[in-house]
């Protein structure tokens, strides 16, 4: 169930951004951008969060009071937690702190929608600041309640399923 929300995720991510770059003018463009904030809407009718989607370590670092932001390539877009990083004394920051770039890992978390306070049409907050980045190659803004880093042979430690 997990694979096939977040597959159909990257369908909407993957659909409106081939729509977006085809179409003629801005204005068709930002069209698009419309007709994918009520697909999300729908989609997300359920709540926000997202549970056992799989990605790979993009980055991983500290701001001035040692808290993590940790961004994730989940396959045609990035997820980023800059604006509710994993606190120093979180036990998750034990367990991101083991991670390299690179690492394929299993996650749990919610998007957060996007506040419309300077601009408006859009369902998820990002951090893009274009409308072309956040159509076409979007870093969405999500809160991590889990990480695990997958083994070698593609399994998650037993003792952290339960976590998940």
């Given at each position: ?30 069209l698009?951008?419309k007709?994918r ?71 749990v ?56």
């Amino acid at each position: 169930m997990a694979e096939a929300r977040q597959k159909d995720f990257l369908n909407i991510i993957f659909s409106y951004a081939e729509k977006y770059k085809n179409e003629k003018n801005e204005m068709k463009k930002s069209l698009q951008r419309k007709k994918r904030f009520k697909v999300f809407k729908e989609f997300f009718s359920g709540g926000l969060g997202f549970v056992h989607w799989k990605g790979t370590i993009k980055s991983v670092s500290t701001d001035q009071d040692g808290d993590a932001d940790v961004v994730i390539d989940i396959g045609g877009a990035t997820l980023t937690n800059y604006k509710k990083r994993i606190k120093l004394n979180d036990d998750l920051f034990e367990k991101v702190a083991e991670m390299e770039i690179g690492d394929k890992v299993v996650i749990v978390g919610t998007f957060h929608k996007h506040p419309e306070l300077f601009s408006t049409g859009w369902y998820l907050d990002s951090i893009d600041p274009t409308e072309k980045g956040a159509m076409t190659s979007p870093s969405f803004v999500v809160g991590y309640n889990n990480i695990e880093k997958v083994k070698t042979d593609g399994s998650i430690p037993e003792k952290s399923l339960n976590g998940l």
